[in-house]
């Protein structure tokens, strides 16, 4: 099991950007993919973003395309989302994910992930 710590939240105004980070440590076992979820008050979780660790391909959620961008810092074991143009319906707990099989075209599913972090939260007024 890894253990995951997201920071970088805060509270912007609209149009204003904010990075998350989510550094991982305490496994033997590399994550394959990592993921970048959200959750809005009253609103299910849902994928926002995923990245293949051994590779470079990464996964977006048709909502944040061509805004927020996810990469990863091999050497440290640190997965980031830079967020742009961040609208007040990006406002949500922020959650990053572990999960140790290729889910390519799953990557979005709550259930493909084996290890959560807590969450730190985006909050963007209009």
């Known amino acids: 099991q890894v253990q995951l710590v997201e920071s970088g939240g805060g509270s912007v105004q609209a149009g204003g950007s904010l990075r998350l980070s989510c550094a991982a440590s305490?496994?033997?076992?590399?994550?394959?993919?990592m993921g970048w979820f959200r959750q809005a008050p009253g609103k299910e979780r849902e994928g926002v973003a995923a990245?293949?660790?051994?590779?470079?391909?990464?996964y977006y959620a048709d909502s944040v395309k061509g805004r927020f961008t996810i990469s990863q810092d091999n050497v440290k074991y640190i997965i980031y989302l830079q967020m742009n143009s961040l609208k007040p319906e990006d406002t949500a707990m922020y959650y990053c994910?572990?999960?140790?099989?290729?889910?390519?075209?799953?990557?979005?599913?709550?259930?493909?992930?084996?290890?959560w972090g807590q969450g730190t939260q985006v909050t963007v007024s209009s």
């Open positions: 994910a572990a999960a140790y099989r290729p889910i390519s075209s799953r990557w979005y599913r709550i259930e493909e992930y084996n290890d």
């Open positions: 305490g496994s033997i076992y590399r994550p394959v993919f």
């Open positions: 990245i293949y660790t051994f590779g470079s391909s990464t």
